[in-house]
């Protein structure tokens, strides 16, 4: 179980994974070595992984494009292979597996419109994908996006209720 010095170390880690030990002892007026430990028990229990921020901007990416999937109904006993082989295609970064009118939803980014033709094509080559419906956004500058911070500021809220 996480308490308040926990949240308040994972609070900081979401906003930036690279922020020294040090800074984070110094913001909470605890020690160095207190947040190391912190910090390997967190990752023991709640970090899944620390990742880079990649600006797909600089990369060339001009859009980011959401494909959203129906599988056939004879074929719905496939759908995790149907993901696995599209989760391989090119610049997909994230995927996942859904309830609803579609059955999956991938975020592919773009540089032209050539690679959403491209991206079409190779869905329309596996076998039980009956419908996609597209979505484009403007590309994220970075990714991933640091969605935690928010998270853990309403398990904070929550506790507190």
């Known amino acids: 179980m996480m308490d308040a010095i926990d949240l308040e170390i994972a609070k900081i880690l979401a906003k930036?994974?690279?922020?020294?030990?040090?800074?984070?002892?110094?913001?909470?007026?605890?020690?160095?070595?207190?947040?190391?430990r912190r910090y390997e028990k967190l990752k023991k229990t709640v970090f899944s992984y620390s990742s880079v921020m990649v600006n797909l901007e600089k990369l060339g990416f001009k859009a980011?494009?959401?494909?959203?999937?129906?599988?056939?109904?004879?074929?719905?006993?496939?759908?995790?292979?149907?993901?696995?082989?599209?989760?391989?295609?090119?610049?997909?970064?994230?995927?996942?597996v859904l309830l609803g009118a579609v059955d999956m939803c991938f975020l592919v980014p773009v540089r032209d419109l050539s690679e959403i033709f491209d991206f079409q094509k190779h869905?329309?080559?596996?076998?039980?994908?009956?419908?996609?419906?597209?979505t484009l956004y403007k590309v994220h500058q970075s990714w991933p996006r640091q969605l935690y911070q928010h998270f853990l500021q309403n398990v904070n809220n929550a506790k507190n209720e």
Do not use: H, W
């Open 16 to 36: 930036n994974a690279r922020v020294p030990f040090r800074k984070i002892a110094k913001q909470l007026k605890i020690s160095p070595q207190m947040v190391s």
């Open 123 to 134: 869905l329309s080559e596996i076998e039980g994908i009956e419908e996609v419906e597209i």
């Open 64 to 96: 980011s494009v959401g494909f959203c999937i129906k599988v056939a109904k004879e074929k719905q006993g496939e759908i995790d292979q149907i993901y696995d082989k599209i989760t391989k295609l090119p610049n997909v970064i994230v995927g996942g």
